[in-house]
């Protein structure tokens, strides 16, 4: 979904999380592409949440990744920013999603 306001235009996505067959996540995603500011480079600020599935919580554990997405690819790099305890390892590390691969490395 986009929004357009006076400063540029955020986009907003969501969706399920699996390894293999297992449906193990959901995430939601803001994307924000600011007039004068990313439109030359074709790209624009990401944050990505990932929630992770877990019934016997009442809050899901997340990890959060920002950085940039290429329009012209559709590929993401930054690094983890933020997590819950269980998914904090990786805090620092840097991703790249390509297509429907993502990559803490």
Known sequence: MNLDDA???????????FQ????????ASTKRVVAK???????????LT???FDQSQ???DNMTL????????GDEI???????????SPIGKQFKRTGGALVIQ
């Open 20 to 27: 293999g067959d297992s449906h193990i996540a959901s995430y």
């Open 7 to 17: 400063a540029g235009r955020w986009q907003f996505e969501a969706r399920e999380v």
């Open 66 to 73: 920002q950085g940039s997405h290429d329009f012209g690819s």
């Open 58 to 60: 009442k809050t899901a």
């Open 50 to 52: 990932i929630f992770f």
């Open 78 to 88: 930054g690094s983890v920013s933020a997590a819950s305890i269980a998914f904090a």
């Open 37 to 47: 500011g990313t439109e030359a480079e074709n790209t624009a600020m990401l944050t």
